[in-house]
């Protein structure tokens, strides 16, 4: 808070009836001041992530979502209520949600009427009465969501409906909420969709009824979740059902009329838990399944429970079926790298990337016999280009404005697993391996950051290994690889 200036009276003894006077001018002057001090005009505010500053909010942590959504057409708004469950951490006369694209109708807090003022990608809230400080309270937002103009990620349309990809950020794009990778919370679900649509969302169905031309369809997580890996899929779907290891439920979404051809597809995913489960440990959460959409995004997503492909992908075969099983790994493995063990900022975010593309490259040496060192010495030439384009893998470059998601580079993906490479180099297989199923037991359903893998890294090899993971993770230029003395990274463009 601002300092506020305190008045000061003069030296000298002014005579008894100008003394009553100033001082009730003081008691009046006074107030003003703190209350100007307090009370800044409505600007946007962040947690403090270096890469994406306005992310999340201060003076409260979010445990619960509720996100009802009344679907009518992927080219209209659709109106929603999106209820919050938060435990302030200060006292709260006013608070900032993360929202954009979407028209705000009212908010309740503790289901009395507050005011709100849109600033930017925020809404400024300001409560009946204050929230005291280490307090549950319940923010109740009427809003509309805009599918329209989604670029920019949040709800992408497909052929026949709408899914989500909120990354890196965009779920506030979609529902209000505090919109960063370190505020993970529990989500429930209620979407009213006409009855010929599917609807599906992560975690596991609750119910479903039908009234007249609409079905409502409800999910809930029974994992708390990031933000960014919220999905709900609306359209003409399919919806195939079988089961994992261990009696794992798998639940996978496919186009309705692509069912018979994507099914072969869905069908790896058994074989590819098992594979993942005897290097990792149990499968984190309570089901699993790909999501087949018929929609162009450029990119697949490891939305939490329910992974984000695009269809073409397995219909358009420009590709050798081992890379396509292979992608698909990367992406469940990013269940137990990023969607259990979360990233606390953005900039932790090769902690996520690496592993999944380690995981992709021992894949495909699996499958397709593609030698996962031959790749990490690929890599390993580039890297120090890699490092020159988005930074080093754990201090990545600010995106420019308008592409946030600049920072999925290279240098978080293959760039990350030669990191993960060397390590393995310096501590041996064994200790290695250790290493990472003792990462996602310890840090299930939490938030990580860098310093803990170099903190959990030395445990393992038992030494410390921050002299030599530090100019891995944050240098400028590639340190030589151990055991391989005749790799070198080139300083040439590419």
Known sequence: MPHSPQARLPHHRPPH?????????????????????????????????????????PGYHVTDYALAFDYRGNDKPLDAVTTIEARSTERLTRFNLDFARGTVRSIEVNGAHAEFTPVEEDLVVTPARPVPRHTPFTVTVHHTSDPRGGREGGWVTTKDGLVMANQADAAHRVFP????????????????????????????????????ATTTWTYRTRHPMATELVQVAIGRSAVLEATGPHGLPLRSVVPAGARDGLAPWVAKTPEQLTWLERRLGRYPFENYGVLMAEATTGFELETQTLSLFERDLFTKRTVPSWYLESVMVHELAHQWFGDSVTPRTWGDLWLNEAHATWYEAEYAEHKGGRKLADRMRR??????????????????????????????????????????????????????????????????????????????????????????LLPWLYDTTTPPMPGHPDWKATRKPA
């Open 17 to 57: 009836h100008r003394r009553r006077l100033r001082r009730t001018a003081l008691a009046a002057a006074v107030p003003l001041l703190l209350l100007t001090a307090a009370a800044p005009p409505p600007a946007p505010l962040g947690i403090g992530d270096r890469l994406f500053p306005h992310l999340g909010n």
């Open 177 to 212: 909420g505090s919109d960063h990778p370190s505020e993970k919370a529990d989500f429930r679900f209620r979407i009213r969709a006409p009855k010929e649509l599917t609807v599906v969302a992560n975690g596991v169905a609750t119910g479903r009824t039908t009234q007249g």
């Open 379 to 468: 890599a390993y030439e580039y890297s120090d280009l890699m490092r020159a384009d988005g930074g080093a893998p754990a201090a990545l470059k600010q995106p420019a404005p308008g592409r946030k998601v600049a920072i999925f580079r290279p240098v978080v993906y293959d760039g990350g697993a030669v990191v993960l490479y060397a390590l393995r180099q310096k501590i041996g297989a064994r200790a290695f391996e250790e290493l990472e199923r003792a990462w996602v037991d310890r840090y299930a359903d939490g938030t990580v950051s860098t310093a803990d893998f170099v903190a959990l890294a030395s445990k393992a090899a038992h030494r410390d290994l921050s002299g030599f």
